[in-house]
Structures are given as structure tokens and as C-alpha cells.
């Protein structure tokens, strides 16, 4: 006899399913949707694998919801949060709100600056005012300001993702807060008509909260103030999960934050030599740090770059100490005081973290010799998860591929989880070839672009267009757009030709188009039926060897660095880009890797065994007669 729970699972994802069009029974949705609820019965912490096609996200939210408990679904990309709230949850509160008690709520929540800020706006207004803010912006900035200033007037949401066109960076930032800057709807005119408090306000109450990966990371650095107590946290996309939180804990010291306090500051203070610090300040610690881009810095931090640091937090010190003297009647000077002694607050408490000894965290430069910037990150994200997260609340993590060492990268404790791999309902075997051109030079011998060229173009001729071209880096990716733009008789698009969604969008609608891009399109691609016949990696996607923090962690490992790092990483990312191919039941076509150490190095077959069930070929005769089998079939 089923388990309860389990039938009551089943029964309401059937009445949700059963209102879709072409509505189908997919074994592994079942299977994960079951064991979802299993783990959150008992409080245990589930990893799941879901292939591509299982349909993963009702998968979670099914049980999610039966369980009656409050839930977080922190997401990586903008277009799930959109499908999420948009699509799925709307589905889910109709067909399963009859069999509730209550009516289904939700809410997407991001951070404090994606919402328009009314004190900056009523600033805006103040023409006196909007002037001395606007004149260091272009013509065309100063226009979208004023399309953002009649914008607000009639949103509902302030959220700039509701917005039909993209501002300016410069004119957003005119209309908007950071975290680090606002100094709280408490000591703010507008703080009770507040968007961003709005949204918050909802996130406290709503059964389930969409966030983004770093905003859910900045809620575990500040102890839970920004999305409020939740029961469950389901991380989908977790294979990005480490690198989220590595991102969001640490530190960064560059010379465009210095000068953005500079700034503040002058807002509210017309002193020129207090701006003048501000800038020469900035200037040391960009001649300081320089000579150490892309490599790692001794901590704790010493010698220049320390001095530099201590310097820039006396001037902040001294520029708290002057904001403290003013007093102002007017509204908008006091706000504009408060933004300015928030941002140098935080900026000082960073300070006071980076120049105390970071046990457990790697410093090193980033970026290049003119903008540059001195970060810390910490070395093992496992402790900081295991305080905030696995001793909190029951985790789902989940993804189309699940690294093998997920589990102690982000310090899972060894007994305190389940992991299950469930299979795509697609027919890899019959729709779809895994290309190696191992007859290619190996990356490490350099010079080898005429060949790879040549395989591009044999490929692409093959397929008629109907290809993604990926790249691992944007130098690459030039030279073969260089090479075979004016070669081939088709249209090759271009990575930032076009914003990513409309890009996608004219590649999807003439099938001959191929688009070359680089690591950041090996997910969120989503192009079914003919137009996608063909996805080419031009190399394994490794870490770069120089990449100061991943040197760091493989010195950590030790000896079998290359094992528990490069390869899951290289594994997981080339999953990731071969699962743009395959996206519906009817899909077909070839997964083409332009790297021979798919074949010719012993970790081949572990990284093969990450990918789906292909069938395996290195002849280029075999690839091109499975394109063109491939594209007469549909």
C-alpha cells in the first residue's frame, strides 16, 4: 500500500499536471516530487540530480506546498524566478487551491537596488537639486533619469525588471539605493510608501519567497534580517550554490568604491580637500595593489596596501566625524547625510574585518592595472552554511547536474543527507551524438586555431547553421567569429551584438543562424526544435590555472587537487552546455567538444559519465551523417 503522503503528493501534482496542455506522466517528476516530500517529513536534507526534461520545478514546489511550511526558492537566473512566479506558482494556486485551506501566496524579492527609490526620485524632483546630481552624467542619462522620474509615478512595484527598455547603469543609480547606503525606512519620509520595504514587508508573510542566489547569501552575512524566519530553502541551479556564497561573504577593496564615498560625500559636503583625499586615496591603493593583479596577497594584509587601507579609513573616520557637525532643516540634505554616513560606516566595518587576521580567508587583486581591486574571499564556504543553513532548516538542493563533491565543498554534514539522481524522460541513446575531434591539436600546444576553424566550419556546413558556438574565453571566441563570419554562408550572431533575450530570440526565429558566445550562455539557453541542431565547446571548460582563489583551494587539497577541483568543475560546466541541445522529446542533434583530451587523458571517461546517455563517437564522418539525419527528421 502507498504511503499517505507520498499518494497525497502524487494526487495533487496529477491535479496540476492534468491542467497543462499535452499533459504527460513523467516518471522522474513523480519520483522527485515524492522524495521531496520524504525529506521534508523528516527534516533531511535532499540533493537531487533532476535531467533535463523532468520538470523539477513542480518536482519541489508540489511537496513544498503539502508541507504546509514556509519556503525559500533561491535561484541563480532571472528567467527561473520569472517562470517561477510568473508560471509555475499562478498553475500551482489554481489547480491545488479547491484542496487548501488557504489560499496560496507568494513573492519575488530582490535586492534594495533593483527598486526605485522615492526619497531619490523626490530628490530629482527638486530642480535646484536634480541639477547639481545630474551634471555629471550624459545627455542621454539625464533623459532616461527623467523617463525613470514619470516612471514612478505609475508603477505599482518600483522593481526595474517591469521595466520594457534597459536604462543607463549611471541613470539607475540616480533613482536608486544600495544596501550598504540606506539608512532605513525608519529614519526615512518615505520609508511606510518604500518599494523595497514593500517587498520585504510581503516576503514576511508570503508561504513561499523567490529570491536570487546572493541576496538569499547577503541574508545569511547579516543574520537573517533581510528575508525573515522560513522553514525550508530549496537551492535550484545548486551546482552554482559554492560559488554564490564565496562571492557574497567576502570583501572587495577598489579604487571605484573609495571614490563612490568621495562622491557621496561631496553631495552633502563641498569640500575639496576632503574630495581630493578621497581621490588620492583611491589612487594608492590602485598603485599598491597593481603589481599583484591576479595574484594572491599574504594575509594578513601588509606593507602598502595596508597602509593604503588605514589611510582611507582615517578619511572616512574624519568624514563620519564632519557629517556628525551638520545640521540641516532640509529634508533632502538630511537624507542625503544619512546615505553618506551609512556608506562610510559599512565601508569602515569592512575595513576593521580586512585588516584583522582573516583566518580561513585568501586575499588577491582582480581585474586588471586600471581597475583593479583587492578582495577576500573565504577558502571553504562549508562552515558558514553549516551555521546559517544546514543547522537551520531543511535544504533541497537540486540541478540538471550535481557536482560528485557538492556535498563537501559546501560542508554537508556526512550523515545528514540523501542524494538520488533522477533521469531525464528524454531519449538521449536515439537523439543525440557526443562529437570528439580527438584528431584536433591539444589546447596545451598552443597554436591551434586554423584547425579548430576548420572543424567549425566542416560542422557548421554540416548542420545548415542550426548552431551554438561555445567558447571559454572572449578571445577565442573573436578569433573564430574573425575567421568564419565571411567564410560561411550563413549569419553568425554574436555574443553582445544584442542584449541575451533578444539575441536568443533572432536566433531562434532563421534556422541557418548560428550565435557564438562564451561560458555565460552554457545555461539559461533554452532554443528547441530545428533551429538548434548543433552545440560545439571549442576546449574543456577548467579553471583557469592562474585563478588566485582556485590556486588557493587546490594548494589545500593537496595532492589530489586536480581530482576534487578541475575535473567536477569542467564536468559540470560542459553538462551544463551540452544540455542546450536537447530540450524537448523531439529534439536532436550533435554535442560537438573540439578538445581531444576528451579521449586521450584518463578523466575523459569520468567527465563523459557526467554527461547525458549519448552515443559516443570521434569520426567527424559519423557527426556530420547524425546532423544531417538530425535535420531531415524534423
Given at each position: 500500500?502507498?504511503?499517505?503522503?507520498?499518494?497525497?503528493?502524487?494526487?495533487?501534482?496529477?491535479?496540476?499536471?492534468?491542467?497543462?496542455?499535452n499533459a504527460e506522466e513523467r516518471q522522474g517528476q513523480d519520483e522527485m516530487a515524492v522524495l521531496v516530500g520524504r525529506a521534508l517529513n523528516k527534516n533531511r536534507h535532499?540533493?537531487?540530480?533532476?535531467?533535463?526534461?523532468?520538470?523539477?520545478?513542480?518536482?519541489?514546489?508540489?511537496?513544498?506546498?503539502?508541507?504546509?511550511?514556509?519556503?525559500?526558492?533561491?535561484?541563480?537566473?532571472?528567467?527561473?524566478?520569472?517562470?517561477?512566479?510568473?508560471?509555475?506558482?499562478?498553475?500551482?494556486?489554481?489547480?491545488?487551491?479547491?484542496?487548501?485551506?488557504?489560499?496560496?501566496?507568494?513573492?519575488?524579492?530582490?535586492?534594495?537596488?533593483?527598486?526605485?527609490?522615492?526619497?531619490?526620485?523626490?530628490?530629482?524632483e527638486d530642480r535646484t537639486q536634480a541639477k547639481l546630481d545630474l551634471d555629471e552624467i550624459s545627455a542621454r542619462g539625464k533623459a532616461d533619469v527623467k523617463r525613470l522620474?514619470?516612471?514612478?509615478?505609475?508603477?505599482?512595484?518600483?522593481?526595474?525588471?517591469?521595466?520594457?527598455?534597459?536604462?543607463?547603469?549611471?541613470?539607475?543609480?540616480?533613482?536608486?539605493?544600495?544596501?550598504?547606503?540606506?539608512?532605513?525606512?525608519?529614519?526615512?519620509?518615505?520609508?511606510?510608501?518604500?518599494?523595497?520595504?514593500?517587498?520585504?514587508?510581503?516576503?514576511?508573510?508570503?508561504?513561499?519567497?523567490?529570491?536570487?542566489?546572493?541576496?538569499?547569501?547577503?541574508?545569511?552575512?547579516?543574520?537573517?534580517?533581510?528575508?525573515?524566519?522560513?522553514?525550508?530553502?530549496?537551492?535550484?541551479?545548486?551546482?552554482?550554490?559554492?560559488?554564490?556564497?564565496?562571492?557574497?561573504?567576502?570583501?572587495?577593496?577598489?579604487?571605484?568604491?573609495?571614490?563612490?564615498?568621495?562622491?557621496?560625500?561631496?553631495?552633502?559636503?563641498?569640500?575639496?580637500?576632503?574630495?581630493?583625499?578621497?581621490?588620492?586615496?583611491?589612487?594608492?591603493?590602485?598603485?599598491?595593489?597593481?603589481?599583484?593583479?591576479?595574484?594572491?596577497?599574504?594575509?594578513?594584509?601588509?606593507?602598502?596596501?595596508?597602509?593604503?587601507?588605514?589611510?582611507?579609513?582615517?578619511?572616512?573616520?574624519?568624514?563620519?566625524?564632519?557629517?556628525?557637525?551638520?545640521?540641516?532643516?532640509?529634508?533632502?540634505?538630511?537624507?542625503?547625510?544619512?546615505?553618506?554616513?551609512?556608506?562610510?560606516?559599512?565601508?569602515?566595518?569592512?575595513?576593521?574585518?580586512?585588516?584583522?587576521?582573516?583566518?580561513?580567508?585568501?586575499?588577491?587583486?582582480?581585474?586588471?592595472?586600471?581597475?583593479?581591486?583587492?578582495?577576500?574571499?573565504?577558502?571553504?564556504?562549508?562552515?558558514?552554511?553549516?551555521?546559517?543553513?544546514?543547522?537551520?532548516?531543511?535544504?533541497?538542493?537540486?540541478?540538471?547536474?550535481?557536482?560528485?563533491?557538492?556535498?563537501?565543498?559546501?560542508?554537508?554534514?556526512?550523515?545528514?543527507?540523501?542524494?538520488?539522481?533522477?533521469?531525464?524522460?528524454?531519449?538521449?541513446?536515439?537523439?543525440?551524438?557526443?562529437?570528439?575531434?580527438?584528431?584536433?591539436?591539444?589546447?596545451?600546444?598552443?597554436?591551434?586555431?586554423?584547425?579548430?576553424?576548420?572543424?567549425?566550419?566542416?560542422?557548421?556546413?554540416?548542420?545548415?547553421?542550426?548552431?551554438?558556438?561555445?567558447?571559454?574565453?572572449?578571445?577565442?571566441?573573436?578569433?573564430?567569429?574573425?575567421?568564419?563570419?565571411?567564410?560561411?554562408?550563413?549569419?553568425?550572431?554574436?555574443?553582445?551584438?544584442?542584449?541575451?533575450?533578444?539575441?536568443?530570440?533572432?536566433?531562434?526565429?532563421?534556422?541557418?543562424?548560428?550565435?557564438?558566445?562564451?561560458?555565460?550562455?552554457?545555461?539559461?539557453?533554452?532554443?528547441?526544435?530545428?533551429?538548434?541542431?548543433?552545440?560545439?565547446?571549442?576546449?574543456?571548460?577548467?579553471?583557469?590555472?592562474?585563478?588566485?582563489?582556485?590556486?588557493?583551494?587546490?594548494?589545500?587539497?593537496?595532492?589530489?587537487?586536480?581530482?576534487?577541483?578541475?575535473?567536477?568543475?569542467?564536468?559540470?560546466?560542459?553538462?551544463?552546455?551540452?544540455?542546450?541541445?536537447?530540450?524537448?522529446?523531439?529534439?536532436?542533434?550533435?554535442?560537438?567538444?573540439?578538445?581531444?583530451?576528451?579521449?586521450?587523458?584518463?578523466?575523459?571517461?569520468?567527465?563523459?559519465?557526467?554527461?547525458?546517455?549519448?552515443?559516443?563517437?570521434?569520426?567527424?564522418?559519423?557527426?556530420?551523417?547524425?546532423?544531417?539525419?538530425?535535420?531531415?527528421?524534423?
Open positions: 500500500m502507498a504511503n499517505p503522503l507520498d499518494q497525497e503528493i502524487l494526487d495533487a501534482l496529477r491535479l496540476v499536471t492534468s491542467t497543462l496542455t535532499l540533493i537531487v540530480q533532476a535531467g533535463t526534461g523532468t520538470g523539477k520545478t513542480l518536482g519541489y514546489l508540489v511537496p513544498a506546498i503539502i508541507s504546509g511550511r514556509r519556503v525559500v526558492v533561491s535561484t541563480v537566473t532571472k528567467a527561473l524566478q520569472d517562470q517561477l512566479s510568473q508560471s509555475d506558482l499562478p498553475l500551482l494556486a489554481k489547480a491545488l487551491n479547491p484542496t487548501r485551506e488557504a489560499e496560496l501566496t507568494w513573492t519575488v524579492l530582490k535586492g534594495r537596488s533593483n527598486y526605485l527609490c522615492r526619497q531619490r526620485i523626490a530628490e530629482l522620474v514619470e516612471w514612478a509615478k505609475t508603477t505599482e512595484t518600483g522593481d526595474e525588471g517591469e521595466l520594457d527598455w534597459q536604462p543607463q547603469r549611471n541613470a539607475w543609480s540616480m533613482v536608486s539605493v544600495t544596501s550598504e547606503e540606506c539608512p532605513g525606512a525608519a529614519r526615512c519620509p518615505h520609508g511606510e510608501t518604500c518599494f523595497a520595504e514593500r517587498a520585504r514587508s510581503q516576503s514576511q508573510t508570503a508561504d513561499i519567497v523567490i529570491v536570487n542566489g546572493w541576496l538569499y547569501a547577503l541574508d545569511i552575512v547579516t543574520e537573517g534580517t533581510i528575508i525573515g524566519e522560513h522553514d525550508v530553502v530549496i537551492f535550484d541551479e545548486a551546482h552554482e550554490l559554492e560559488d554564490v556564497v564565496t562571492d557574497s561573504v567576502g570583501l572587495a577593496f577598489s579604487p571605484g568604491r573609495i571614490t563612490t564615498i568621495g562622491s557621496a560625500m561631496r553631495s552633502i559636503i563641498r569640500d575639496d580637500a576632503m574630495s581630493g583625499g578621497f581621490a588620492k586615496s583611491a589612487a594608492r591603493l590602485r598603485d599598491a595593489v597593481a603589481p599583484s593583479v591576479n595574484k594572491r596577497v599574504a594575509l594578513p594584509i601588509d606593507g602598502e596596501s595596508r597602509e593604503a587601507l588605514v589611510e582611507v579609513r582615517g578619511r572616512a573616520n574624519e568624514a563620519l566625524e564632519s557629517l556628525r557637525t551638520i545640521s540641516t532643516g532640509d529634508e533632502s540634505a538630511k537624507q542625503r547625510k544619512l546615505r553618506a554616513q551609512s556608506l562610510c560606516t559599512r565601508f569602515i566595518e569592512d575595513l576593521d574585518l580586512a585588516l584583522a587576521d582573516r583566518s580561513g580567508y585568501v586575499a588577491y587583486v582582480s581585474g586588471n592595472s586600471e581597475r583593479c581591486s583587492l578582495e577576500m574571499r573565504p577558502l571553504n564556504v562549508g562552515p558558514t552554511l553549516h551555521q546559517s543553513v544546514w543547522s537551520q532548516r531543511t535544504a533541497i538542493l537540486t540541478s540538471a547536474t550535481i557536482p560528485t563533491n557538492l556535498p563537501q565543498r559546501i560542508g554537508l554534514p556526512e550523515d545528514g543527507f540523501d542524494a538520488c539522481n533522477v533521469a531525464s524522460p528524454f531519449d538521449y541513446e536515439s537523439h543525440s551524438l557526443l562529437y570528439c575531434a580527438s584528431h584536433l591539436p591539444d589546447p596545451a600546444q598552443g597554436m591551434r586555431d586554423n584547425a579548430v576553424h576548420a572543424e567549425i566550419s566542416d560542422l557548421i556546413t554540416a548542420a545548415g547553421g542550426r548552431t551554438l558556438a561555445l567558447f571559454t574565453s572572449y578571445a577565442r571566441l573573436d578569433a573564430a567569429h574573425d575567421a568564419l563570419a565571411d567564410r560561411l554562408g550563413c549569419q553568425i550572431l554574436k555574443q553582445d551584438d544584442l542584449p541575451k533575450m533578444e539575441l536568443l530570440r533572432v536566433f531562434a526565429e532563421e534556422e541557418s543562424t548560428c550565435l557564438f558566445a562564451t561560458q555565460s550562455f552554457f545555461q539559461g539557453v533554452d532554443v528547441p526544435g530545428r533551429t538548434l541542431s548543433l552545440v560545439i565547446i571549442d576546449r574543456l571548460p577548467f579553471p583557469v590555472p592562474t585563478d588566485p582563489l582556485m590556486s588557493a583551494r587546490r594548494d589545500a587539497y593537496g595532492k589530489s587537487a586536480f581530482t576534487a577541483i578541475d575535473i567536477p568543475i569542467a564536468a559540470t560546466k560542459l553538462a551544463q552546455a551540452a544540455g542546450r541541445l536537447i530540450r524537448t522529446r523531439t529534439d536532436m542533434g550533435v554535442v560537438a567538444v573540439l578538445d581531444p583530451r576528451l579521449v586521450t587523458k584518463g578523466y575523459g571517461r569520468s567527465i563523459i559519465e557526467m554527461l547525458p546517455p549519448m552515443e559516443f563517437t570521434n569520426k567527424l564522418a559519423r557527426a556530420k551523417e547524425f546532423l544531417d539525419y538530425a535535420v531531415k527528421s524534423r
